[in-house]
């Protein structure tokens, strides 16, 4: 079982910054990677940033030179930086763990949500 708690949202001017923290606990030496996903009404869920155990990393197109996901492993925390925040990236961001407990088993765990709003 993992838990993850998210905090860091709120409302920010366009080319303002944000920085989204994801605290994740519970058995969180099966988690291979965490990334942030986002989700606004009417569409789908799509992969914002994601980084794997080993520390590689993987951005949606629309926020490549942007945003940063980092981690701090002492903390088991995901770090999502958000710099030159525009409008279109106002959404419901979603903290995932993608948990593995070995090669045959996978299961996704999902934070609260936490509200990102661009909006002069």
């Known amino acids: 079982q993992v838990q993850l708690v998210e905090s860091g949202g709120g409302l920010v001017q366009p080319g303002g910054s944000l920085r989204l923290s994801c605290a994740a606990s519970g058995n969180i030496a099966n988690i291979y990677a965490m990334g942030w996903y986002r989700q606004v009404p009417g569409k789908q869920r799509e992969l914002v940033a994601l980084?794997?155990?080993?520390?590689?990393?993987n951005y949606v197109d629309s926020v490549k030179g942007r945003f940063t996901i980092s981690r701090d492993n002492a903390k088991s925390t995901v770090i999502l930086q958000m710099n030159s925040l525009k409008p279109e990236d106002t959404a419901v961001y979603y903290c995932?763990?993608?948990?593995?407990?070995?090669?045959?088993?996978?299961?996704?765990?999902w934070g609260q949500g936490t509200q990102v709003t661009v909006s002069s």
């Open positions: 995932n763990a993608d948990y593995r407990r070995n090669m045959g088993f996978r299961a996704d765990y």
């Open positions: 980084i794997t155990r080993g520390g590689s990393t």
